[in-house]
């Protein structure tokens, strides 16, 4: 069973605070290790509007799409540049999803995500996420 932490629509008091980006093309370079082995790592583009880039939270926050769980409300906590949330999970797959971003510039932002799901109590998956955005320029055409 997968995990689909798909970085969206998070508390709504969390948007006031956050930090805000750069809108236009971003590069995001992803290195994940699961259960012990570490994966190439992989370069995605993304667009974001101006309205994506002036609320991070809900743009990098969690989401779950589950079946057979149940998810508590994402926690949130914001301070300057840094967004920090925290996602759990029970149900016949139980799991705990935290990230940890640091929006240093308007141009670039690192992050940790972290997942970690067990079944019956035995730890299935075993799962940390580097990322790194670099604003590449504008959105194409």
Request: with cysteine.
């Amino acid at each position: 069973m997968t995990l689909g932490c798909l970085l969206a629509a998070p508390a709504a008091s969390a948007a006031a605070e956050s930090p805000s980006i750069e809108p236009g093309q971003w590069k995001i370079t992803s290195t994940t290790r699961m259960n012990g082995g570490t994966m190439p790592p992989t370069v995605k583009t993304r667009c974001l509007t101006p309205e994506q880039a002036g609320d991070v939270a809900k743009t990098f926050g969690p989401a779950s799409n589950t079946v057979n769980s149940t998810c508590a409300p994402a926690e949130f906590e914001t301070t300057g540049t840094q967004m920090k949330w925290h996602l759990q999970c029970k149900g016949q797959l139980d799991f705990d999803v935290r990230g940890d971003f640091n929006f240093d510039s308007h141009t670039h932002y690192t992050a940790t995500i972290t997942s970690k799901g067990w079944m019956a109590g035995k730890l299935m998956n075993d799962t940390k996420t580097d990322v790194v955005g670099e604003h590449i320029g504008e959105c194409p055409q």
